[in-house]
C-alpha cells in the first residue's frame, strides 16, 4: 500500500529561525514529490516538485531535496517569517498508464512566533 | 483570471439531505478534481475530469456520491443523502495538460458540517 509519512506533526520555532520538515514515503511507482503550502482556511499552493532525477530544488526561501534511493524528501525554510505559519503537505504521485494516483501525507503544522 | 470559484463556502446541512458543492475551473483548464480534506485522513483525491469527461472515480468515497461536469466551466459534487462522517472541506482544482506533473490550482474549498 502507498503511504507518505510527515514529520513532525507540528512545529513552532521563532521568527527568522530556521526549520526542516521531512516526508517519507513507499510509493511505487514513482513520478514526482510536490510540497504544498496551506494556509489556514484556504487551498493548498504548490510550492516545489520533484522528479527522480532531481535532488535539489528551491522556491525563494524553501529548498526542497529528494533521496529517490532511500525514499525521503525534505523541506528547509530559511530565515522563517510569520507568513510561513501554515500546514505543509508532501505528496508523491504515481502514475500507471496515464493515470493521476496522488498519496498525500496528513501535513506538518508550522507555527512561527514572533 | 479569478482563480478556481468554489460555492458556497460554507454549508450546514441536516443528515438525509442533499448538497450540491459547485465548482468554476480556471478558464482554458482540462483537468478538474474534486478532493475532500479531514483532520482524521487528511486529503483526498476523489474524482478527476479531463476535457469534461469523467476519468477516474475510484476515491468516491460511496454511492451516495457523485460528480458531474456538463461543460469546461462548471462541475458539481453531489451527496444524497449526507451523513454526518462526510462532514469535510471540500476542495475543487483544475490544471492545464501533463497530469500528475503540472501544477494544480485549488479554490477556496467549501467547509461541510452535516447534523
Known amino acids: 500500500k502507498n503511504q507518505v509519512e510527515q514529520s513532525p506533526q507540528s512545529l513552532i520555532i521563532l521568527e527568522g529561525k530556521n526549520c526542516t520538515l521531512q516526508c517519507n514515503y513507499t510509493v511505487s511507482p514513482f513520478s514526482n514529490l510536490r510540497w504544498y503550502k496551506q494556509d489556514t482556511g484556504r487551498g493548498p499552493v504548490s510550492l516545489t516538485i520533484m522528479t527522480f532525477s532531481e535532488n535539489t530544488k528551491s522556491n525563494g526561501r524553501y529548498t526542497a531535496t529528494l533521496d529517490a534511493d532511500t525514499k525521503q524528501s525534505s523541506l528547509h525554510i530559511t530565515a522563517s517569517q510569520l507568513s510561513d505559519s501554515a500546514s505543509y503537505i508532501c505528496v508523491v504521485s504515481s502514475s500507471s498508464g496515464g493515470s493521476y494516483i496522488p498519496t498525500f501525507g496528513r501535513g506538518t503544522s508550522l507555527i512561527v512566533h514572533p | 483570471d479569478a482563480g478556481v470559484i468554489q460555492s458556497p463556502r460554507h454549508e450546514v446541512t441536516e443528515m438525509g439531505q442533499e448538497v450540491t458543492l459547485r465548482c468554476k475551473p480556471i478558464?482554458?483548464?482540462?483537468?478538474l478534481f474534486w478532493y475532500r480534506q479531514t483532520m482524521m485522513r487528511g486529503l483526498e483525491l476523489l474524482i478527476y475530469?479531463?476535457?469534461?469527461?469523467?476519468?477516474?472515480d475510484s476515491g468516491m468515497p460511496e454511492d451516495r456520491f457523485s460528480a458531474k461536469m456538463p461543460n469546461a466551466s462548471f462541475s458539481t459534487l453531489k451527496i444524497q443523502p449526507s451523513e454526518p462522517r462526510d462532514s469535510a472541506v471540500y476542495f475543487c482544482a483544475s490544471s492545464l495538460g501533463r497530469i500528475s506533473y503540472n501544477e494544480q490550482f485549488f479554490g477556496p474549498g467549501t467547509r461541510l458540517t452535516v447534523l
Open positions: 475530469f479531463n476535457n469534461n469527461v469523467l476519468i477516474d
Open positions: 478558464s482554458g483548464h482540462d483537468y
